[in-house]
């Protein structure tokens, strides 16, 4: 997503297969953001996060050494 101030939110996929059991069941995908966001009511910096869908409805945002940022429960959108 492109900003109008030319700022971006990046976000692709991650070849997890190196990974642990527990770090690849969350850590799915990179989100790379040089403008602040919102999620689940909280802030992130612009930097690089890690995120995933562990499971139960549930998603979990991760520094780049794979620490818990912030948690939320994923929602779909039906539009």
């Known amino acids: 997503m492109r900003f109008a ?3 971006y939110v990046l976000a ?3 070849d997890n297969s190196g990974y642990s ?3 690849r069941e969350k850590y799915q995908a990179y989100l790379l953001n040089e403008v602040t966001l919102e999620i689940a009511a909280k ?6 996060y ?3 869908f562990p499971g139960g409805g549930k ?3 991760m520094d780049i050494g794979a620490n818990d ?10 539009n």
């Open 50 to 52: 890690g995120f995933g």
């Open 43 to 48: 802030r992130s910096s612009p930097a690089l």
């Open 21 to 23: 059991t527990g770090i």
């Open 69 to 78: 940022v912030l948690n939320g429960t994923a929602q779909r959108d039906a």
């Open 12 to 14: 692709g996929m991650v």
């Open 5 to 7: 101030d030319d700022f």
């Open 59 to 61: 998603f979990v945002v």
